[in-house]
């Protein structure tokens, strides 16, 4: 890129430096480079925008879409036509609004470090391979955080139509999971035997991310029953969407985050005596000291994960469905 024209003007910012040549033949030609294509530019940028602005027509009638417009017919064999629906529907809200799942890029920034090391070795670490495993599983369940306040001004609509519960629940599943899964299985199967991780346990934390997504996503919606979020927030300058309210949000990061230990703890020998050397480092700041059994946490673990993993998404589900179904609007 150094030879092209604009690159030229480097050479003019470097004028006067001490120490530092600057080539005058490039000087020259930047010079003469701005002196023609600013006033060409700037002509092209009127005639265009006075093309466009007197070439649009007004159109007084409202905007529509196509009747095919992300639908979800191909599930026509599998799932009712209600359950249809109201993925259709999700998938259709998230398309003409993708700034109301903006929160799901947050934590991407902290992988930050560990991606750019991987790029700069070339070689995948564990703890990379996990946090893809852990990101992926929440990013899927936190899409669906907020079933009710992601209806907007349609949900007495959807209240009160021949909607169920349960063909509501399923059909924000199939949504996220139809979409978001695919990825997440992928990328960390990709990441898990790139790393220093054995087979067993790439194919055992790729099977796990799926299955705390799908979990996950379930739960998700429960939270998000408990404390649902009806009204906007700005997320630019001139844009307001609806996004799930803060409990919701940490009650959800929460519970995920300790599934998600407890499989690790229950599973992989070395997680119970890091997590217990963890605990009695930070109790030794206080004036005593915690020392946990390893075997212990490893049940503890193992019983958080078959919990959260297998209890909690049916209680979710049941829970869910019946505030549906006896929702009243206020």
């Known amino acids: 890129m150094q030879d092209v024209p604009t690159a030229w003007l480097g050479d003019v910012f470097m004028l006067g430096i001490p120490g530092v040549s600057a080539s005058l033949p490039r000087v020259g030609g930047a010079v003469a480079f701005v002196a023609v294509s600013i006033p060409v530019l700037l002509s092209l940028d009127v005639r265009t925008a006075t093309w466009l602005w007197y070439g649009d ?16 017919d191909f599930l026509a064999g599998f799932v009712s036509r209600p359950t249809r629906t109201v993925t259709a529907n999700v998938w259709r809200r998230t398309k003409r609004s993708p700034l109301r799942l903006l929160y799901v890029v947050y934590p991407v920034f902290f992988m930050t ?10 070689t995948v670490s564990d703890f990379l391979a996990v946090s893809i495993a ?3 599983a929440w990013a899927i369940g936190a899409t669906a955080l907020n079933p009710l306040g992601d209806e907007g001004a349609m949900l007495p609509v959807t209240i009160t139509s021949t909607i169920r519960g349960g ?10 999971t139809l979409v978001g899964l695919p990825f997440v299985v992928v990328g960390t199967a990709i990441a898990g035997f790139m790393s220093p991780l054995s087979l067993e346990r790439s194919v055992g934390l790729t099977v796990g991310s799926a299955l705390l997504g799908v979990a996950g ?7 998000g029953t408990v404390f649902p979020r009806f009204s906007s927030v700005r997320v630019t300058r001139s ?8 409990s919701a949000f940490a009650l959800y990061t929460i519970l995920l985050v300790a ?15 890091m997590v217990a050397g963890f605990v009695a480092f930070v109790t030794d700041f206080f004036g005593f000291q915690i020392l946990l059994d390893t075997a212990a946490l490893r049940i503890v673990g193992g019983a958080v994960a078959v919990f959260l993993g297998g209890v909690a998404p049916p209680l979710a589900y049941r829970y869910t469905v019946r505030e549906f179904d006896r929702y009243v609007l206020g």
């Open 259 to 273: 599934g998600f230990a407890g499989v690790a703890m229950a599973t992989i020998p070395g997680v119970p005596g």
């Open 134 to 136: 852990l990101y992926g």
């Open 113 to 122: 470090a560990p991606l750019q090391n991987a790029v700069q070795t070339g």
């Open 239 to 246: 844009r307001r969407v609806v996004v799930p309210s803060k």
């Open 167 to 176: 063909e509501f629940v399923r059909g924000h599943v199939l949504a996220v």
């Open 57 to 72: 027509q007004v159109q007084v009638e409202n905007k529509k879409y196509e009747a095919d417009e992300s639908n979800a």
């Open 217 to 223: 996503t379930v739960v998700a919606l429960a939270i």
